[in-house]
């Protein structure tokens, strides 16, 4: 056994420098890189530098550094050094030296001089074994490369843990794969880290290049891309801690790395990395943002594009925000940005990147005013470099810095936005829209930036005259990529117009289009306003005198250009007007115009309108003497305003006077409102100009303009509306104007209805273009159109029922739904038979025929239909709706009959019909209608009610016409009948129409149809008129049960359980109401009612179940239905566990009374089932499927269910509950139990002579007795079982032994009933002759004593006594036995010491039945089963009472158990039972009973020896070692015994030895010895060997060989286990075997099979001895003298034993332990010997065991090579094949050993 001082010398030994051991200081020399192992091992230190220095001096012309290496390393001193006798801090500061050596020369390793000079360093100072890792990775980027092969061939074998992975490569030689080196960065965070530490070293040193770095950079980007995979794992948080310190463990290497400036390569490599775990990662936008900055700072020119990609890849993982302030400078330095931005955005994304930059640059512009960013941002949107929404986000970001500018502070900063955003607005394609899109979504007003920036943002663009369109197409694609120049624009104008009067003329203006330009650009310069103003084709000096000049501006400012450009034109008119000396001119021309623009959505130009107003009226003096003067003024544009046509010459004029009076009183007092609020103008003109209503004040009234002059301002604007042809202003004045209700006789839709006949004429391409031409909403200008429709309007109201109707027609579907819209809005103002008339319009348009509508008649009938179905419709429209519904009788031939004509059946007869379509638009105007009135609350109309019933009446024909259900039909019908009933039943003031109910229509409605639907729905009717008027209905109600029973009850749907809940709760009450009335029996009367429901029950959802009888019966009364029901349930479907269940729970939901009087009541109609004439259970049952009339199996069938109800938990509980309060509810419940208990006794006593009935009546008395508490249940069973019947006795006591089961052991008064109840069981088992009785009572005693034994030990006792008596344990029934020794086992455990006295009577008892028990039948293994659980108990509990003779018997009964044929349950409970005795009993007592069972044991067989053995390991394990030696004689002699088995059983068998078996107990045998002899110590197993050998050898006669040699085989057999599991503490043990191994080795009989058996196990013992031996035992001459001549004579023979598989392992091993020369020259001079035998085998076995020696011991075997040299020469020649051959074999293993040839030598 290896000593500590011998551990710490073998790693003092590995860690030497083996300076005294000269073998190993030649094989450290021949280490080399460039020679073969034995030239290197000849070569001298001079011969080695001459050599190297050679390479170092071309190395030192190559690159002036190495030159610095001269003075050290490369010196002639240098031959001289030895690290071995240096100091530590020598060879430290040469460590240093070294590796700046090989970081240098690493980027050259592919030269040769590079490779002499390491080889310098390898073999001089042994940089290959004291600066292993730093070599290392200065080859591992040539990897691939034969040197690094060449260098892992003289690498130490103790390398560092991250250079692992290498070992395979080591001992194939073969390069690691990239892979290889891949998977050990990923997964060895110290190869990775040693890595990056190596890399970021050399860059330090400047000795990089670019063949490492490419190579770090390729394994890392790989590593790191597979960290970050596998950190993937798990849940959320894990992953991020596992990508966390992924990143955390590269962070500080990127960050050193990044911050080497001069070393780009690094930096490329850092930015690869970066890249990937951005990709990777899952980065916080922090980190990922800080990881940017790393980037920028300190790129070179060199660096900087490869620096953008990294960012880019970085920005696209991080959150889209602008870049930070360090980020954004840096960016701005580099040159070009916008262009390598665009390069790079063809081959990758870069959008995050640009958006981010854009949006640092905008914050920049905001905080610092800083516009060098503006061309950058203008560039990157212009180049789409950003997605859709990032650009809005820049342009709305822009805007709003614009709108924040502060022009004071800097005032240079709008002109440059300015310019920026005007750039971008005129960006061509999408972008540009997009850019344009931006600014219209921006919550920034654009008109009021406009104005702050002095430009327009948006496209300059005027409207195109008809005849130039392909012209402006042209230019405007001019526009849109350059602005428009005003010089230029004012020099393609003409000076001066022939054609044109005025430019709100309705023919198209070729003029207009090219001046709105040239005035849209001048409006951001106040002097190219001035002189556009100027222009000659304005003719401004005439303004006044021709309409051309101010209807220019009247056009514009309507237009849709931008704020600056309408108020400029508002301010231009403004400034004529103001200017002109001409004050004799009517301008209220300029008045609708003026007030229009009041309604513009920009305040600037509300405020320019109203400067205009306010210049306007000094035109128009209110004083008396200008009344006249205005009178007389000519009008401007009288003539020519809307041009010379009729739209001018129908305008209406109104006099100065009025036009003072409206601009005074009106509108200029109201002007700062407006200019507030674009709405006010609207609410001035209904508060001045509409008639006064009759609530004003007088004074009020008088205020207002008079009627004539409200009349002539209102056709003024009206014409104006009219007439002009701007649609924006048509729809300005309309605002205004349609808030006007009359005035006079002259209503606003008189006077405005041509411009909703002119709209609606429109199609819909000249719709769209006027809107898009002035940027108009249709559906806007639609609703306002339709405005000038009032409900008082009768012509305006026929104009739209023409539309609808059809008579008009329109072109667009738009203008129908306004249409509706405005129907719906003024439907609640129509009035009496005008609203009639309009919903039967709409009716009819909705049921509009058609084959082939198009989509406006289709949306026309829509519309009418969702306007009926949406609106209020009264009650005079759906009575219209119901007597105008067409009839079966009118679409016939002939004409109706007076009378329904009805078949047999009762179904209306069919008359033919003319037209199917006719019939089907028929029915589709019925349904239309009543789907109306369904949905119109028909409760709120209980008119209706004769009028849906007639419908219902018309349907049953419709029915037959249409061969359809019609059940969508009737529902509806139905439905609403249910709610106006509903109505009657909340509102007893209502009157019902009587006559119009229909019962008979309704009970066909569910007995004739086939639909659930209709049928739910009638019954909710018929329900709901039975609770109203019940004598209408009552007289149907039954027919209504039966069909229930077969179709509503099955439906599974939650509605049809409410039609059945509704029907039960409101026709059952009055219908039992009236049975009662008749003073008959109301079960009886309502038996055909129960039975409907009873035959429906097993098609009833499950789940309803319950809840649906259980509603029957509370409505019907459960005192008086509840048993009939559930009678009739069992008489349907038999008393199965299902029915049972469903009884219970329908019996659990009402009140303990009420179940026991049903229970009572239950009983009474069984008892009438066996009355010879029974009165009413005939009525009840009857209806079961298999026709049973045998009153007595009804009646078994009835009482089955009893016991069921009676037994359930719920109801036992509620009567205890009920007992204990002791009131008058306990007291009725006290009378129903008696009178119960007495009618179960009764009718038992009556069915004596009927043993199934008399059986069935004691499981009623059962369950009935179990209603109540312990207390007075034992009472109770006390009393009954001195009743005769047995019977009944055996279920009362088992009712006891059920009872207890279920009692809480903390319950003292259960305890102290069941406790004193045990006195009269322990009777009952010693008087009773009924064994099944008997059974109970020991099994009530089990259960009372295991639950509450412990309270009452005496009364236990007295107990267990009885049932160890021959009246329990000693009867000969074995169900009793089995009882007796189960409670006898429980019984144990609850008395301990306290059954002691019992046991002297019980134990033999046990075991006698035990040993009896041995039969293949159940009840015998029971009792066998029992047995071991009674004496379980006992070595449980007390383990001292089986020992001696009980033991001995309890083991005799073991072997037999083990070896009988018994079942699992049988094995494992003897088994558990002797393990336990194993470890409960004593030790003197366990050991002393195995050894005498030895014998029975071994004969019995296999099984039973087996257990044994298993037995006597658990005992040797359960007892500590001093006990187990105390008693080692009596284990000596059982393994004496044991050893002794396979010579037993062999004189013994009849066929000869089952070897396998034997072995596998023998193995069993060693096993147990082995943990024996772990529990001995020297002392004390010493002398049991030593008698163990000698009895083996001399205790039988010389003449019994066979019998030692079996005897020996066994001993040797356990020996080679023993050798080999306590190795070399017992190699001294030897001793006692050496004589009779040698002995046995030379008297060996080849001929004999056991002797040839005994000679190999004697071989293998010795090979394990040999094998562990290390006390040189073997190596004392007298030990190896004796057994080595010994085993070399075996070689002789060869041809009868198997020398090479049991010999030759033996002698090796002897050799191996015996380490002396001459030793193993006398063992290799006795094996020469034999190779010169005459017999070829023994030659053969000799040459294979010096095969075997020269493998296992190698050079040291070989050392006697001389003297075998002629031996082989010999063998070479040998006459058998098979000897030459492996002669060859031990001469190859030779030469491999020695490393060469032995050719020459044996020459």
């Known amino acids: 056994m290896a000593t500590s001082l011998a551990a710490q010398l ?30 290197a091992a000849s070569q001298s230190f001079d011969t080695i530098y001459t050599l190297c220095y050679e390479g170092f001096q071309e190395l030192c012309l190559l690159d002036g550094k190495f030159l610095d290496f001269q003075r050290d390393i490369f010196s002639e001193q240098s031959k001289d050094e030895d690290r071995t006798q240096m100091t530590a801090a020598e060879n430290s500061e040469l460590d240093k030296r070294l590796e700046i050596f090989l970081g240098l020369v690493g980027g050259r390793l592919r030269l040769s001089p590079a490779v002499k000079a390491v080889e310098w360093l390898i073999r001089r100072f042994r940089v290959h074994e004291r600066n292993t890792s730093f070599l290392l990775m200065t080859f591992l980027p040539y990897h691939t490369l034969p040197i690094f092969t060449t260098l892992l061939s003289i690498l130490p074998s103790n390398l560092p843990q991250e250079y692992k992975f290498l070992h395979p490569c080591i001992r194939s030689l073969t390069p690691p794969p990239r892979h290889a080196i891949v998977h050990t960065a990923t997964a060895n965070t110290s190869f990775a880290s040693t890595l990056n530490t190596y890399v970021l070293r050399i860059c330090q040193s400047r000795q990089n290049y670019p063949a490492l770095i490419a190579f770090w950079a390729g394994v890392m980007t790989e590593a790191t891309g597979s960290m970050l995979d596998k950190a993937r794992s798990g849940r959320k948080a894990v992953q991020q801690q596992n990508e966390q310190d992924v990143v955390l463990r590269l962070l500080p290497t990127l960050n050193e790395g990044l911050a080497m400036k001069k070393v780009p390569d690094l930096r490329l490599g850092c930015y690869i990395l970066l890249s990937v775990m951005a990709s990777k990662g899952g980065l916080d936008d922090k980190l990922l943002t800080a990881m940017m900055e790393a980037v920028v700072l300190g790129w070179t020119g060199e660096t900087t594009i490869p620096g953008l990609v990294c960012l880019s890849v970085l920005a696209q993982h991080r959150g889209a925000k602008q870049i930070t302030k360090r980020l954004a400078k840096e960016l701005l330095k580099v040159e070009n940005l916008p262009d390598l931005l665009i390069e790079l955005s063809k081959q990758r994304r870069v959008d995050r990147l640009a958006n981010g930059l854009c ?282 305003f809307y041009g010379p046509g009729d739209d001018t010459r129908d305008l209406k004029w109104i006099s100065g006077d009025i036009v003072a009076r409206l601009l005074s009183e009106v509108v200029i007092p109201a002007l700062e409102e407006c200019v507030l609020d674009r709405k006010h103008i609207e609410s001035v003109f209904q508060r001045s100009l509409n008639s006064p209503r009759t609530s004003e004040s007088p004074k009020k009234q008088d205020q207002r303009l008079p009627q004539t002059s409200r009349a002539s301002i209102i056709a003024f604007l009206s014409s104006h509306a009219i007439h002009t042809p701007l649609f924006s202003l048509k729809m300005r004045l309309l605002a205004s104007l349609n808030q006007l209700r009359s005035v006079a006789s002259i209503s606003r839709t008189k006077v405005l209805l041509p411009i909703l006949q002119q709209w609606a004429s429109f199609g819909q391409a000249e719709v769209s273009k006027h809107c898009i031409e002035e940027q108009l909403d249709a559906v806007e200008v639609d609703d306002q159109a339709l405005m000038i429709i009032t409900s008082s309007d009768n012509e305006g109201f026929r104009y739209l029922a023409s539309i609808i109707s059809g008579d008009v027609v329109v072109g667009r579907s738009a203008i129908i739904e306004a249409v509706f819209k405005r129907l719906r809005a003024i439907w609640t103002s129509l009035k009496g038979e005008l609203r009639i008339s309009t919903a039967q319009m709409l009716l009819d348009s909705a049921q509009f025929p058609s084959d082939n509508p198009d989509e406006i008649r289709k949306s026309i009938s829509q519309g009418s239909a969702q306007l009926l179905q949406t609106t209020l419709l009264s009650t005079e429209i759906l009575l219209a709706f119901l007597e105008q519904l067409p009839t079966t009788a009118e679409l016939a031939d002939k004409p109706p009959a007076t009378k329904r004509r009805r078949t047999s059946h009762g179904e209306i007869a069919r008359t033919p019909l003319q037209d199917s379509k006719q019939l089907t638009a028929a029915v589709q105007k019925v349904t239309f209608v009543l789907q109306l009135i369904d949905s119109s609350d028909p409760g709120k109309h209980p008119e209706l009610l004769k009028g849906l019933f007639n419908v219902l009446a018309e349907l049953q024909h419709f029915k037959a016409q249409v061969a359809s259900e019609l059940a969508y039909l009737q529902g509806l019908v139905l439905n609403s009948l249910l709610a106006i009933i509903k109505a009657y039943k909340s509102d007893p003031s209502l009157k019902l129409e009587r006559s119009a109910i229909r019962a008979d229509l309704l009970v066909d409605c569910v007995q004739k149809t086939a639909s659930p639907q209709v049928q739910n729905a009638s019954l909710l009717l018929i329900a709901s008129l039975a609770d109203t008027v019940p004598e209408l209905v009552l007289h149907s109600v039954m027919p209504i049960f039966t069909f229930m029973g077969s179709s509503v009850l099955r439906q599974n749907d939650e509605y049809s359980a409410h039609v059945i809940s509704q029907t039960i709760r409101e026709v059952i009450p009055p219908l039992i109401s009236s049975l009662r009335k008749e003073k008959g029996n109301p079960v009886t009367g309502a038996a055909e009612l129960l039975l409907s429901f009873v035959a429906a029950y097993e098609h009833v959802p499950p789940h309803r179940r319950k809840g649906l009888f259980t509603s029957l019966v509370q409505t019907l009364g459960p005192e008086d239905f509840l048993f009939a029901l559930l009678a009739m349930l069992v008489d349907k479907y038999g008393p199965t566990e299902g029915i049972k269940a469903f009884a219970a729970d329908i019996a659990g939901s009402f009140s303990v009374e009420i179940q026991l009087q049903s229970a009572v009541k239950y009983l009474d109609l069984v008892g009438d089932v066996l009355k010879p004439k029974p009165t009413y259970s005939t009525t009840l049952l009857n209806a079961n499927d298999e026709g049973i009339s045998d009153p007595k199996l009804i009646a078994a069938n009835e009482i089955a269910l009893l016991p069921h109800l009676l037994s359930q938990k719920r109801l036992a509980s509620q009567t205890g509950k009920l007992l204990d309060r002791d009131d008058m509810d306990a007291a009725r419940i006290r009378d129903l139990y008696s009178t119960l208990l007495e009618n179960v006794l009764a009718l038992a006593d009556t069915l004596r002579d009927q043993k199934r009935l008399h059986g069935a009546c004691g499981d009623v008395l059962e369950s009935l007795l179990g209603l109540l508490s312990t207390s007075d249940f034992v009472k109770s069973v006390e009393g009954l079982l001195d009743r005769p019947s047995d019977s009944l006795r055996r279920k009362i006591l088992k009712s006891l032994e059920v009872r207890i089961d279920h009692e809480s052991p903390s319950d003292a008064n259960s305890r102290s009933a069941m406790l004193g109840f045990l006195p009269q069981l322990t009777a009952i088992i010693r008087e009773s002759k009924d064994v099944l009785y008997k059974h109970i009572a020991v099994g009530c005693v089990d259960k009372i004593s295991e639950k509450y034994g412990k309270k009452d030990l005496e009364a236990v006792a007295a107990a267990a006594e009885t049932i160890a008596s021959n009246h329990c344990l000693g009867q000969s029934d074995n169900r009793l036995r089995v009882m007796g020794l189960l409670c006898l086992a429980s019984l144990v455990e609850i008395l301990r010491e306290g059954i002691v006295s019992v046991l002297p009577s019980a134990i033999p008892k046990a075991l006698e039945y035990m040993e009896a028990s041995m039969k293949e039948d159940d009840e015998s293994q029971k009792l066998h089963n029992a047995g071991y659980a009674f004496i379980s108990a006992l070595v449980h509990h007390l383990p001292y009472m089986l020992s001696g003779g009980y033991l001995d018997k309890l083991l005799e009964i073991s072997n037999s158990s083990a070896e009988a044929d018994l079942d699992d349950s049988a094995d494992e409970s003897r088994m558990d039972c002797m393990r336990l005795a194993a470890k409960q009993i004593d030790a003197k007592s366990m050991f002393g009973a195995l050894e005498k069972d030895w014998e029975r044991a071994a004969g019995m067989g296999q099984l039973a020896l087996q257990e044994y053995l298993e037995i006597l390991s658990i005992a040797i394990d359960r007892h500590p070692k001093n006990v187990v030696t105390k008693y080692s004689p009596i284990l000596a002699k059982i393994f004496q015994n044991a050893f002794d088995l396979r010579r037993q059983w062999t004189v013994v068998a009849d066929e000869g030895l089952d070897s396998d078996f034997m072995a596998e107990i023998e193995t069993q045998v060693n096993e147990v010895a082995i943990k024996m002899i772990y529990k001995f110590n020297d002392a004390t197993f010493r002398p049991i060997f030593s008698n163990l050998v000698e009895w083996a050898s001399t205790s039988l006669p010389k003449k ?29 043990y030897a001793t006692y075997l050496l004589d009779n191994a040698v002995d046995t080795l030379k008297n060996v009989n080849p001929k004999d099979e056991v002797s040839r058996e005994l000679w190999s196990r004697v071989l293998r013992t010795l090979v394990k001895c040999f094998e562990h031996d290390q006390d040189d035992f073997w190596q004392s001459p007298s030990h190896f003298s004796a057994v080595a001549p010994v085993l070399c004579a075996q070689f002789t023979n060869a041809s009868a034993l198997p020398l090479v598989e049991e010999l030759v392992p033996a002698i090796v091993e002897l050799a191996a332990a015996a380490e002396s020369s001459d030793h193993h020259k006398e063992l290799n001079g006795a094996i020469l010997k034999h190779m010169r035998s005459e017999t070829a085998s023994v030659r053969l076995a000799a040459v294979k065991c010096e095969q075997e020696l020269t493998d296992r011991l190698g050079e040291e075997w070989l050392s006697m090579l001389p003297e075998m040299l002629p031996f082989i020469s010999e063998l070479q020649e040998d006459d058998d094949e098979v000897v030459e051959k492996e002669t060859h074999r031990w001469i190859v293993k030779i030469e491999g050993v020695l490393g060469e040839s032995l050719d020459s030598m044996l020459q």
């Not at 030692?1604 to 190699?1627: E, H, P």
Request: glycine residues 4%.
């Open 1600 to 1628: 019994d060989e066979v019998g030692r040699n079996l005897r020996s085989q066994s001993i040797y057999g356990f020996m080679a286990v023993f050798f080999d599991n306590l190795k070399s503490i017992v190699t001294s």
């Open 10 to 39: 073998s790693v003092i030994s590995a860690n030497s420098e083996k300076s005294l051991n000269l073998k190993a200081q030649k094989a450290a020399h021949s280490k080399s890189l460039i020679f073969e192992p034995r030239v």
């Open 359 to 640: 949006l640092a640059l905008v914050e920049r512009l905001r905080k610092n005013g800083d516009i060098s960013g503006l061309q950058i941002i203008e560039r990157v949107i212009g180049s789409q470099l950003l997605g859709d929404p990032q650009c809005c986000v820049i342009v709305k970001a822009m805007v709003l810095v614009a709108h924040q500018i502060d022009e004071e502070s800097n005032p240079t900063l709008g002109p440059h936005l300015a310019s920026s955003l005007v750039a971008l607005t005129q960006l061509p394609d999408h972008i540009g829209s997009v850019v344009r899109g931006a600014l219209e979504a921006t919550e920034v007003d654009i008109d009021e930036l406009e104005l702050k920036l002095n430009t327009s943002l948006r496209r300059i663009e005027a409207p195109a005259s008809h005849a130039e369109d392909v012209d402006m197409e042209e230019s405007n694609v001019e526009m849109t990529t350059t602005t428009p120049d005003f010089s230029s624009l004012l020099q393609i104008l003409p000076k001066r117009t022939a054609t044109e009067l005025s430019f709100l003329s309705h023919d198209s203006s070729h003029i207009y289009p090219d001046l709105c330009r040239a005035f849209l650009v001048a409006t951001s310069n106040p002097s190219d306003l001035d002189s556009f103003d100027k222009i000659p084709i304005l003719r401004r000096d005439s303004a006044l005198e021709d309409t051309l000049y101010l209807s220019f501006y009247m056009r514009t400012w309507c237009g849709p250009h931008p704020v600056v450009a309408r108020a400029s034109a508002l301010q231009m008119a403004t400034r004529c007007l103001s200017a002109s000396k001409v004050d004799s001119v009517d301008l209220q021309a300029l008045l609708p115009y003026a007030i229009g623009a009041l309604g513009d959505p920009a305040a600037k130009v509300r405020r320019a309108a109203a400067e205009l107003l306010v210049a306007l009226n000094k035109f128009f003096p209110t004083n008396t003497e200008s009344k006249k003067k205005l009178k007389q003024l000519q009008k401007w544009a009288f003539d020519d």
